[in-house]
């Protein structure tokens, strides 16, 4: 099997690396840094870097399109400019959907076939086996093509756009919580309480599911707004006297602010 990228970054190094440790994966990367991508590729297995797109359709017509959101029309702009019929791409940048649902339309006129693939684990650590949501016109292509390779492909319907819409609506929270800890643990510094705070957090979470936890937290938001939005106000006056941003109480106040209820 013959594999292409466009784009030879982490995300193609790190598939590069699982695919690699199968005999029968060849695998080719055209980068616009070429050395870069020469000085990336090292110690990876059967990696072939070319310096053209032309060269990289030449050898297969499965191609990873991973590259930069910003630069994803860029990218398929220049491959527009070649012979793409009969070709797989499998999109695994992170784009606006309507960005994606666009450039499908200008590949399926070519009589090629297109994915939108959004990557929801960890690269890194799980490389190929990294979970996947894909959609598009070319998802069962792309199945059949990796179904003896390990990969987790989960399929979210034809409609290129579709797992770019599930990834990033999901980021709201996968990128969210994270900050929102961050800000709990900076102003828990600021007063000496991050031991407390955090066990008292820990303990919440304890013999509960989280989508029990969850539901019971969304459910409290509409019925309690006023008063939590009331206590949220007094968390900021108390953040803004150790001389913190506020950038997720803020947000929060809000959100509860959003939701109209007075029926405290």
């Keep these: 099997m013959n594999i292409g990228f466009v784009g030879f970054g982490e995300v193609a190094c790190c598939f590069s690396r699982g695919l ?4 029968d994966v060849n695998i080719m990367g055209f980068d616009l840094n070429y050395n870069s991508a020469m000085q990336r590729s090292q110690n990876i297995k059967n990696v072939e870097i070319v310096k053209s797109i032309p060269e990289l359709l030449n050898k297969t017509r499965h191609i990873i399109v991973a590259v930069p959101g910003t630069s994803l029309e860029d990218a398929f702009e220049n491959i527009l400019k070649y012979n793409i019929e009969n070709c797989l791409f499998m999109d695994f940048s992170t784009a606006l959907p309507n960005v994606k649902i666009d450039i499908s339309s ?8 297109y994915v939108d693939v959004a990557v929801v684990g960890s690269v890194p650590k799980l490389l190929h086996k990294t979970p996947m949501l894909i959609s598009g016109n070319g998802m069962s292509e792309m199945c059949f093509l990796f179904e003896n390779y390990g990969m987790d492909l989960t399929k979210c319907g034809e409609n290129a756009g579709k797992a770019s819409t599930i990834k990033l609506c999901r980021s709201v929270f996968m990128k969210g919580l994270p900050a929102l ?3 709990t643990q900076r102003v828990c510094k600021k007063y000496g309480v991050e031991k407390e705070v955090f066990s008292s957090i820990y303990k919440n979470l304890e013999n509960q599911s989280f989508e029990t936890f969850a539901n019971r937290l969304i459910d409290g938001a509409y019925k309690h707004s006023v008063r939590q939005k009331a206590e949220l106000k007094e968390c900021l006056e108390m953040e803004s006297l150790v001389g913190m941003d506020s950038f ?3 947000g ?3 959100i509860f602010k959003s939701l109209g209820h007075e029926n405290e």
Aim: charged share 20%; aromatic share 10%; no cysteine.
């Design 252 to 254: 929060a106040i809000k």
């Design 106 to 113: 200008k590949i399926y006129t070519q009589n090629a076939l």
């Design 248 to 250: 997720m109480t803020t």
């Design 20 to 23: 690699a440790a199968f005999d």
């Design 181 to 183: 800890l961050i800000e």
